[in-house]
């Protein structure tokens, strides 16, 4: 019996996946001299998770822009389900059936998981008056498969970011969309909460829905993509069976040439050996982390990994007093203890930090290279009288941007005109502005794109071969385990042990990370 | 395994028209679009009637806007980190009518005017500690303070304007004596908007009221004090606010409890033609004081061009909307 169906589904899948849903023919699309688009193509069938892979700036967010009716192509055609189309807007595009989940979540944060998810729908009907038991079981039935535990009467912000994300989705699938664009969606999440989403793709994918999915991790659209496509430069490269090529591959169409080692090599001193730049002793604030005790030695990189919302942002902020703690000790190279009563003391005793969220509060976006890199010390650059000495900022600027090899068309450039690599590059230019000699970095390759990423990791390697202890958190395991010479795991707000450069495995850490004591690791 | 320092990674420079000549970067300067505006009004004026351009008119012109050009000043700080302030009327008000009651009561109007420049201060941290202590908006918290102080103004005269007559000339020279033919007013004026054009642009501590308008979060993440900054802005605001109160109260030689209202709408939409965004950390203190130039030259244009009086506002509301308009257009183009 078994047997039957299993051949029953088989053949009607196969069928299915004959289907293309959406075929996009040579588009181009220039803006002023910019050539965003040049000869794109992109075929998405029925029932695949196709992934759109490439560096920023090759065209990716343009060609999505161009299905989702936000930018009309130059020339090009697009086909949607074998019917050539020309795509004038957000409305059009669902009506089509095409439901987009954008990158950055795009709720209203004060109205009801409902109303959220029917919005395009209520937008989109005629009637003057909304039936609100109408919406609320639109809204459960749409979620019932994607996370039935959502109360739809909950206002969104009450809600998880992964949870929001999820909302996103339904959001997309009420409107009946058969082609579903998911932009990063897995950037603000964390492993075990991607793994979630992934079976929610796969389940999708099984009801004949194709999905575009664009993805810096190549280790997810190698393990839950069917196809890939790479464009560079606003053009197509390749489109190939995931199955049929390599990581490797794809990196080298991204980039167009070989990267090197993915990651820089370790340290080969004994670290434990070196000298002690700063020992952290029951730190707490008896809320998101608790008794933490470490020590950060001097030319080491110290990963510090865990699930969302194992406390470990609030921990290193608690160091250096952007967050406020209950209880701890730091003691320096020197062996002063000291406790820092604002940020300010932290930077003047060279313990700096390099936030998260770089947009939201890594760097003021408007103001020019030269006046980021100074932001964290004015009083470096100033004549004796107290004002500032432009020439000493410009050289100040330009020395630290140089040494991170940062590209730009001048030190009075804005710095929302960089892309996200060199704008990271500017946010660290400004911590080494104070010769740190303890920098702790905040998911810092968070929406970088490959080439920046491996170049800010050597980076990282640089510091710390120069002596500066680094502190880095990240949620991308593959990155811990190959960038950091120790790591420590935390699960919510203990710490569950420091894994050895040897020792790290994703495994190791996960397991860890889920509440599981270094002495009961599976070896 | 060995470390290929060959290879270096892409870099996405997106070009950008930089710096370039001086010329081209004076004509994208806020401050350049101003005078070239003002500098076409003149010349236009100057043909439509024969009265502009005399030193009378000149004159006239400058005193008009010198006195509100102080409080301009504080503004355009305290809109550069974000803020608003629409008690200036009121507290320039209140200070006015402080000295004066001081003064009648016998005191040194020095001394007098002194105190009541301090109160306006204490007003600014009052409203300081507001927004950053219960994180109200400034603009709430000083919509209150507007009728806080225009209500002790109204209660300490009961109504009516004190008359200053007796008040010493050393001080009426203040508000009414001139320096060569040039009306002293004017010349604090230009001290004052030199002095801190400078050092808004070069001061350290002022630069850290940019830092904090351009992004709050990434400030505080810089280290910077940003309600030790907010605090300060709004106190300067109040104080300069203060300062023109005294300088009203010396030229006119009397204090009126119901002098500036509506004058802190001039001073906003001056700040925001000069340049100052609303959402912070844009801003100067020279496009400022041409801003409210501009609006002083259209408003006796438009007085010698014999314009019925009741168009003035509608004039003016017009100039502060294709300000805006012009200044968001360019911005949108930008990116």
Known sequence: ?523 | MANSDTNTAPLNVQPTAASGSIFKRFIKMREANLIVIILALFIVMSFASPYFLTWANMKAMMLSFSTEGIVVVGMTVLIIVGGIDLSVGAVMCLAMVIAGKLFLMGMNPWLASLISIGCSGLLGLAMGLCVTKIRLHTFIVSLAMMGIARGLAMTITQGTPLSLFTLPPEFKFIGQGTVMGVPFVIVIFFIIVIISDYLLRHHAALRKVYYTGSNEAAAQYSGINIDKIKVGAIILCTTFAGLAGIIYMSKFGAATPNFGVGLELNIIAAAVIGGASLKGGEGSVLGAILGIALLSVVSSSLILLDVSPYWQDLIKGLILLVAVSIDQILHDKQK
């Open chain 1, 1 to 523: 019996m078994s047997v039957d169906t299993r051949l029953a589904d088989s053949s009607s899948s196969e069928h299915l996946l004959t289907q293309t849903l959406l075929d996009i023919r040579n588009v181009h699309k220039a803006f002023g001299a910019t050539k965003a688009l040049n000869g794109a193509n992109f075929e998405l069938r029925r029932g695949e998770i196709h992934a759109l892979a490439g560096e920023n700036g090759a065209g990716k967010s343009t060609l999505m822009k161009v299905i989702d009716g936000i930018h009309q192509p130059d020339s090009g055609d697009i086909f949607v389900k074998s019917n050539k189309v020309t795509i004038q807007g957000a409305i059009q595009a669902q009506r089509l059936g095409i439901g987009f989940v954008h990158q950055e979540i795009a709720l209203c944060p004060d109205v009801s998981v409902a109303e959220n998810i029917n919005m395009a729908w209520i937008n989109q009907s005629k009637k003057w008056f909304i039936n609100y038991r109408q919406l609320r079981e639109k809204a459960q039935q749409a979620l019932a498969e994607l996370a039935p535990e959502i109360d739809v009467n909950q206002a969104v912000k009450t809600l998880s970011i992964s949870q929001q994300q999820l909302v996103e989705i339904a959001k997309a699938l009420i409107l009946d969309c058969d082609i579903l664009i998911l932009d990063e969606p897995t950037a603000a999440l964390t492993d075990a909460e991607s793994q979630v989403l992934f079976v929610i793709m796969k389940k999708l994918r099984d009801r004949g829905i194709g999905i575009i999915y664009i993805s810096h991790r190549m280790a997810e659209v190698f393990e839950h993509c069917d196809r890939i496509t790479v464009l560079r430069d606003g053009s197509h490269i390749s489109t190939q069976e995931v199955a049929n090529t390599s990581a490797e591959q794809v990196v080298r169409n991204m980039v167009g040439r070989e990267l090197g080692d993915l990651y820089p090599n370790k340290c080969e001193l004994p670290i434990e050996q070196q000298e002690v730049l700063l020992s952290v002793k029951a730190l707490s604030n008896n809320k998101q982390f608790f008794d933490i005790n470490f020590s950060l030695h001097r030319g080491e990189i110290l990963g510090v990994a865990g699930l969302m919302g194992a406390g470990r942002s609030e921990m290193v902020k608690g160091i250096c007093a952007l967050q406020p703690i209950t209880q701890g000790q730091l003691t320096l190279s020197n062996g002063q203890h000291v406790s820092f009563k604002s940020y300010r003391d932290s930077i003047e005793q060279g313990i700096v930090y390099l936030s998260e969220d770089r947009k939201e509060n890594g760097v003021f976006l408007d103001l020019s290279i030269a006046k980021n890199v100074s932001a964290l010390a004015v009083e470096q650059i100033t004549t004796n009288i107290g004002t500032i000495d432009n020439q000493k900022e410009l050289q100040q600027a330009q020395r630290l941007t140089d040494q991170l090899t940062l590209k730009s068309g001048g030190m009075s450039q804005p710095v929302s005109s960089l892309s996200g690599g060199n704008q990271q590059k500017v946010a660290i230019a400004k911590m080494l502005s104070v010769t740190p000699s303890v920098i702790i970095m905040d998911e810092p390759t968070r929406g970088i794109d490959v080439g920046a990423k491996v170049e800010i990791h050597r980076l990282i390697r640089n510091l710390a071969n120069e002596g500066v202890g680094v502190i880095v958190i990240s949620s991308e395991l593959p990155e811990v385990i190959g960038l950091c010479d120790r790591v420590l795991v935390m699960h919510e707000g203990h710490n569950q042990g420091i894994l050895h450069a040897n020792e790290l495995t994703e495994e190791r850490i996960l397991q860890l990370a889920s509440g599981i004591k270094k002495e009961q690791l599976s070896a």
